[in-house]
């Protein structure tokens, strides 16, 4: 690896951590528990999600490693033939992202004892690349000092859908780092317009970086046997499914970074990465959009264009089924159309897309989720 790639010193080696799980539901009916948005091109270029997300680690990491759910495995190796088999851990069950990263964690302890971990989700969109790698080289750096780092995003807008993160006091030695204060649950939005106005919030993507051992050692602060646990799979892999399921479930920002900020114990390094994590069909329509995709006159389409044909409409239209698709002045629509199923909804509801697959499968429909 050259000097120009490498995240850490020359004693270290940084491992990209990739969590590819959950089921995306407010991307009904693209995205499935059995076929979730890290699955699918919703790009446009040709690549799934998670393949971009292993294509922009590449030139920064020296290993990377995926923590997906044993009904996406098959799917996740198809797409990154790249990744050894056994740098792809397999959940028996969604447990949360503390038991994902503890677990990928645990494992790189034996395997590198000397190793910093970062961990991406799979489901993200990073536009600026530069800032990216250069950020993570930043927080690599700083993980190795035995640090919890956390990349906070810097915010475009006052948004209601993310948690976010307050820099306290510049870290000494690392210019540009800040200390955590705390991390924030997901404002109102009069409060988050106060976080943009004071100027040291961010936004919690989740992006954190850290030594393995410094991020189970803290877990065991709080939860020891789930640290000792994690520990167990590790040595004895042939223990994860009578293990498994005795985990607690919870994000790793509640187990973890919540305590450890309070601690002093968590820095931030804030990055304006053009950053989206897709959240719903709004966000995608303005993410195509942004790239380029759409033209300047009618519909986003994400798909095979020739399949719509619209007038005096704008919003998103994703013809997945193969059908044809007409529109008849119509403003902001979103219309997804899958083989079994069909969403037509406004870009300003996208957000309740999820409401209806909880009644889907409240009404044991779970075969269309």
């Known amino acids: ?37 890290f699955l699918r091109d919703l790009t446009g270029n040709g690549r799934t999600l998670l393949q971009e997300t292993y294509d922009r680690l590449e030139p920064v ?14 799917a996740v190796c198809e797409q990154l033939p790249e990744v050894p088999h056994d740098a792809i851990l397999t959940e028996p069950s ?20 000397h190793a910093v971990m970062g961990s991406f989700a799979a489901d993200h969109v990073i536009g600026n690349l530069d800032a990216f790698h250069e950020t993570v080289r930043r927080a690599a750096r700083i ?26 006091e510049p870290l000494a030695g690392h210019p540009g780092a800040y200390l ?28 954190f970086v850290v030594r393995p051992t410094v991020l189970l050692d803290l877990l065991a602060q709080s939860d020891p046997a789930f640290a ?14 009578e293990l498994w399921e005795t985990l607690p479930k919870i994000a790793v920002d509640h187990a973890v970074a919540e305590p450890a900020a309070a601690a002093g114990k ?23 959009q942004a790239a380029g995709t759409a033209g300047s006159a009618g519909p986003t389409i994400l798909g095979d264009e020739t399949l719509v044909h619209a007038l005096d409409s704008t ?28 969403l037509v909804t406004t870009r300003a509801k996208a957000q309740q897309v999820k409401k209806i697959v909880a009644a889907l499968k409240d009404s044991d429909r779970t075969d269309l989720t």
């Open 143 to 168: 993980a190795e000092d035995g640090w919890l780092v956390t990349i906070g995003i810097s915010p475009t807008f006052a948004s209601t859908a993310f948690g976010y993160i307050a820099e306290g």
């Open 266 to 288: 968590v820095a931030t390094v804030p990055a304006d990465l053009g950053w989206d994590d897709i959240g719903d069909f709004d966000s995608l329509a303005t993410l195509l």
């Open 94 to 113: 969604g447990r949360d992202s503390m038991a994902a990263i503890g677990l990928a964690a645990a494992f790189l302890e034996r395997r590198d004892p």
């Open 228 to 241: 000792a646990q994690l520990r167990t799979i590790a040595a004895d892999p042939a223990r994860l499914d």
């Open 315 to 342: 919003g998103l239209v994703v013809p997945h089924s193969g059908r044809t698709i007409a529109l008849i002045g119509l403003d902001d629509i979103v219309v997804v159309d899958t083989d079994d199923a069909v």
């Open 1 to 37: 690896m050259s000097e120009r790639q490498r995240a850490t010193s020359e004693s270290m080696t940084f491992w990209a951590v990739i969590p590819a799980g959950g089921a995306g539901t407010r991307l009904w009916p693209l995205s499935r528990s059995s076929e979730p948005k």
């Open 180 to 207: 955590v204060d705390e991390f924030v649950e997901k404002p109102s939005t009069e409060v988050a317009q106060r976080y943009l106005d004071t100027g040291r919030y961010r936004w919690n993507a989740g992006m």
């Open 61 to 74: 990491s020296d290993g990377i490693m995926v923590v997906t759910g044993a009904v996406h495995e098959q």
